[in-house]
């Protein structure tokens, strides 16, 4: 049993095809477990701020994050060949795996990159999930045979134009933009469903609808409960169960959504550190006491890792304040900040700069270099940990 599914359907007495039943939280015994870990998630966000490590710290956050989530799906993907496959400068072909973390990792980018009730929706969670929208909400398409290229009638606006191979060109420019966009992550690519792989009597319109009534019923409650019931549900309505690290995401969404932060937390990594597993005979207030401890390990882990940016980041501008002013070394100093690997290659391609010269910079660090993780000669790398 993997930690995002458990196997339910709905013939559960607690689910109905029209309605999920809220639990019913013991309000005066939760009010004293919810607080102090509110006020430490405003801590933390304050405090990440403040530092100005917000975007670095997201960003390796959303690497180790989509690692972690396949390492708790039961599958080992190195962070260093997801970092590698992220700037497509893979050194071996890309196994299943690790297609499935850069997925996860999408998916994370995709729910930052918009304001915060948008994951919440049927287009965000469609988004999320890479695919696109179903045939029904598409306009439809016209089934007429496609115009003859030579006809002047069928590109009236190229009919007088002096170039005959400028319509030819413009939907070529058109099928060129849509990759890039496809490619981009920004019009998500339709799959097939297959009966050989998705179960056909499951119907995941209804539960995504039952879902989302569910975030909408709770939008009142208080944001850790909203959330840790919308994982509940989540789990119980066995939501995508191809994508399990999804249900981890959306709850740091409605975090991210009601306010509490402008982050997303890494409830993956706190997930795999707490004890709690949920089996789906836990009352309201175990499941809440359960999520909570997965908020609270989640936010251990994130100030450590906050401490080592800050860290690393002050003994590398130790050096980076005696360079000239059109030196590259600040900006290394910032891929390092947001990376959890940077290899030479790595650097002289987002830097645009020569392999030569990343390696005359990492000279310049000195002792301020970050610590070296392979230890080769022919693959070297080196990271903040």
Known sequence: MTFGSRGGNYDDERLTPHTYDLPELPWQQTAGRIEPVTISILRFDARLEASGLGAGWQSRCDMTEAVRALLLDGHLVDVGDLVLHDASMDVRHPTHELTRAAA???????????????????????????????????P????????????????????????PWQAHFAEIDALLDRTSKVLAGEIPLPRSRSHLVYDPDQDEAEAEDLWLDVVHRTSGWPAIAAAAVAWNAWLDLNLYTRLPWLGLIMAAAILRARGLTAHLLPLAAGFKQSKFRPQGREGAAETLEGFCQVLEEALVLAHKDLDRLILARELMNRVTVKTRSNSRLPELVELFLSRPLVTVPLGAKLLKVTPKAIDLMLVQLGG???RELTGRTRYRAWGIV
């Open 104 to 138: 996860a990792l999408r998916a994370r980018r995709t729910a930052l990159a918009r304001k915060a009730p948008w994951p919440l929706s049927i287009d965000g969670l469609a988004a999320l999930r890479g695919v696109a929208p179903m045939a029904e909400d598409k």
């Open 140 to 163: 439809a398409r016209s089934k007429a045979k496609r115009p003859d290229p030579e006809d002047d009638e069928a590109y009236p606006l190229y009919a007088n134009d002096a170039d």
């Open 368 to 370: 301020a270099l970050p």
